[in-house]
Nanobody, 126 residues
Framework: QVQLVESGGGSVQSGGSMRLSCAAS????????MAWFRQAQGSEREGVAA???????YYADSVEGRFTIFADNAKTTLTLQMNKLTPEDSAMYYC????????????????????WGQGTQVTVSS
């Protein structure tokens, strides 16, 4: 059974930084795409960043240059480093995994992801 456990959320002032981590276990996919999505209250879930087993990485335009996604050597922990945060970044952040390689449009296709974590709240105050 796949388990994705997010950590690292909290509150920060605008301009600050925060790091989110997703510990993954129980998956048997040889190839996969892991991603961070976020959902603000009253909004649809949107893709933030994705990384696959080949190391291909994709970012949403809204976070390009501010956020960095990376994985540990064992590829069991997916980290999202978020810099220059703004109140518009406030949302519940979810980690997800799909049994296929990433491609750019994966960030617009949450339906492609098979398993999800419970989410971690990020709040950025102005």
């Amino acid at each position: 059974q796949v388990q994705l456990v997010e950590s690292g959320g909290g509150s920060v002032q605008s301009g600050g930084s925060m790091r989110l981590s997703c510990a993954a276990s129980g998956y048997t996919y040889r190839r996969y795409c892991m991603a961070w999505f976020r959902q603000a209250q009253g909004s649809e879930r949107e893709g933030v960043a994705a990384r696959d087993t080949y190391g291909d990485i994709y970012y949403a335009d809204s976070v390009e240059g501010r956020f960095t996604i990376f994985a540990d050597n064992a590829k069991t922990t997916l980290t999202l480093q978020m810099n220059k945060l703004t109140p518009e970044d406030s949302a519940m952040y979810y980690c997800a995994i799909a049994d296929e390689f990433c491609y750019a449009h994966m960030l617009t296709r949450p339906d492609k992801f098979d398993d999800w974590g419970q989410g971690t709240q990020v709040t950025v105050s102005s």
